[in-house]
């Protein structure tokens, strides 16, 4: 412990008159309590007078131990004003403008006091703070200092300066402030929120507990400081990165508005298969599944990914959302594999609702049985294996390995799946073109090889493979990656539009519908009819799945028939 007395002589005077004044303040208080003066005044006579050089008239003491007296003589000796005839007259007889008295009390070695500012001897960070809002906390046998402003801080050393300030003509200050030379202390499991950013609320038992994004917390998870700020420490925050919604990010922004013309391409997609039923066979149903799957997940994703305040609410989202992207990659599965049977079998069967319903059972009931086992999993081991819905900022699956094993695992065996059927599927209309540039010759080879590349890529597209690009960016992540990543996959349903639901026999079904009279008939009309005549051996159902697949690049054959 070390105690410095300051006394400030008015104007501008030497060293000398300095030592004067402070002998005359030292003299004076001695008249008040010689006891409680006497280590400032044997300090002074001893000529450890500090920084007398410099002119500032500075005496330090080790040996005072009753503060709070000596405290309370200079509340009673120093005037904050003097008039005339005052028993205080002796601070303007003594030319005292100001007396500072600073007690430190310090773990480090070595301390400059400078003025009332104590500065640490300190190698790493010195921090600041109100001793009012200065908090200690033990954290895992650790010694953690709360400095305020929501920053903790692990000390190496500490010091306590309380200063008192009185002046001649100013009213007297006190303040303490602690000084901590250390490090930022950052820990997983605790948050420092704003108050304003928590609410507290009463259970069903009546019991109160903090709301904080979305989760509730006991209030032995809780510890109110002194400065607006709340400490949370629980091991809800030991979960794996979530996805949060943030509208600075440009990938954010480009997903979003992708997400929107994505969203209305589906919708339009899903109301032409509903307008026309000669559209809804076997493979019109499936893409109509598709679409709609595509068309919940990308909707509540957009719409309720962040909106974690309600906490029921948001694990309901969550399953909803998870069911949804499964239903999505279950769809693609059909959809290629219908693909890959219709162009690779040379005699396929008539499509009929018991392989649709094999196809319902597989699309829709394969997505329900993984979320029903995940959802069993969040509601009774969730906690102790590290897998729940809903989380902090987002509501989706949240947990070390959970993403990996309910969303990632299923989905990289989709498009393992997707990969293999779609190799067969080129195989098959790589020989199915080939035979129609045989039949016609008014197509040069580049523009047969362009239009064949055109069709593998539209396929590729609705078959969910620019969820790649996605697992390559997290491997390389490389920025051009990931925006072609968001750029394709946020358009899939514009994709699917294009190819499946804007073709040129749609847009006459409408023509036909609204009354309007068809044109001529285009050229890739014509050589799509050619295509489909080359699989004579085929059943007019299976030229029906053709006509909707080579539809994708060639805008068409007109072939209607019924389920």
């Known amino acids: ?38 280590p400032f005044y044997s300090s002074f006579i001893e000529s450890k007078l500090l920084a007398l050089a410099r002119g500032r008239p500075e005496v330090t003491t080790e040996y005072l131990t009753n503060v709070t007296e000596f405290e309370e003589i200079l509340d009673l000796t120093i005037a904050s004003s003097h008039e005339e005839g005052s028993s205080r007259d002796w601070v303007v007889n003594c030319g005292v403008e100001q007396v500072n008295f600073t007690e430190v009390c310090s773990t480090a070695l070595n301390v400059d006091v400078d003025k009332t500012v104590n500065m640490l001897s300190c190698d790493l960070f010195l921090f600041a703070a109100r001793a009012a809002d200065v908090r200690v906390f033990n954290m895992s046998g650790v010694q953690i200092i709360y400095v305020g402003g929501g920053l903790l801080v692990v000390a190496k050393s500490v010091s306590f300066v309380r200063s008192y300030q009185y002046g001649t003509f100013s009213s007297t200050a006190k303040d303490t402030i602690v000084s901590v030379c250390g490090e930022k202390f950052e820990t997983a499991d605790c948050r420092l929120p704003l108050t304003r950013e928590t609410m507290m609320i009463s259970d069903a038992d009546g019991n109160r507990r903090l709301k904080y994004k979305g989760k509730m917390f006991l209030q032995d998870q809780v510890t109110y400081l002194p400065d607006g700020w709340i400490l949370i420490c629980s091991s ?34 899903f109301v032409n298969y509903c307008m026309f039923r000669v559209l809804r066979n076997v493979p019109g149903a499936a893409i109509m599944s598709l679409a709609a799957a595509l068309f919940l997940a990308q909707l509540l994703t957009l719409t309720v990914l962040d909106k974690v305040e309600n906490v029921t609410f948001c694990i309901a989202m969550a399953v909803l959302m998870h069911y949804m992207w499964l239903a999505t990659f279950t769809w693609m599965n059909v959809l290629a594999w219908d693909l890959m049977r219709t162009f690779t079998s040379k005699q396929a069967a008539r499509p009929n609702r018991r392989i649709f319903l094999g196809y319902c059972l597989y699309g829709w009931g394969l997505p329900a049985l993984i979320v029903t086992t995940c959802l069993v999993i969040h509601s009774i081991h969730g906690h102790s294996l590290g897998f729940r819905y809903g989380g902090e900022l987002s509501c989706w699956v949240v947990g070390k390995y ?22 067969w599927t080129v195989r098959s209309v790589h020989a199915s073109l080939a035979a129609a540039a045989m039949v016609r010759r008014d197509k040069s080879k580049s523009r047969e090889t362009l239009g064949e590349l055109r069709i593998y890529f539209k396929v590729s597209c609705v078959m969910g493979f620019t969820w790649l690009f996605g697992c390559l960016g997290s491997f390389v992540d490389h920025q051009a990656i990931w925006y072609l990543f968001i750029i394709l996959n946020s358009l899939q349903g514009v994709f699917i539009f294009v190819s499946f639901g804007c073709n040129l026999r749609i847009r006459n079904l409408w023509r036909e519908k609204l009354g309007i009279k068809a044109g001529r008939k ?42």
Not at 26 to 33: E, H, P, S
Not at 402 to 417: E, N, Q, R, T, Y
Not at 542 to 547: G, I, L, W
Request: proline share 4%; net charge neutral.
């Open 1 to 38: 412990m070390e105690f410095n007395l300051l006394v400030l002589p008015m104007g501008n005077s030497s060293g000398i008159m300095k030592e004067m004044v402070t002998r005359c303040f030292l003299n004076t208080l001695g008249w008040q309590n010689i006891q409680l003066t006497w």
């Open 236 to 269: 809800i925050f030991l979960v794996s990165e979530e996805p949060y919604i943030s509208f600075s990010d440009p990938l954010t922004v480009l997903n979003f508005v992708g997400y929107c013309l994505s969203i209305v391409a589906l919708l339009a997609t």
């Open 402 to 423: 959970a993403v990996l094993g309910a969303f990632l695992a299923p989905m990289v065996c989709s498009l393992i799946a997707n990969v293999v059927l779609f190799s």
């Open 522 to 563: 285009t050229k890739a009309s014509r050589n799509s009819s050619n295509i489909s005549s080359t699989r004579t051996n085929r059943t007019p159902a299976m030229s029906e799945a053709v006509t909707m697949t080579t539809s994708i690049s060639l805008h068409s054959v007109k072939v209607s028939t019924p389920n």
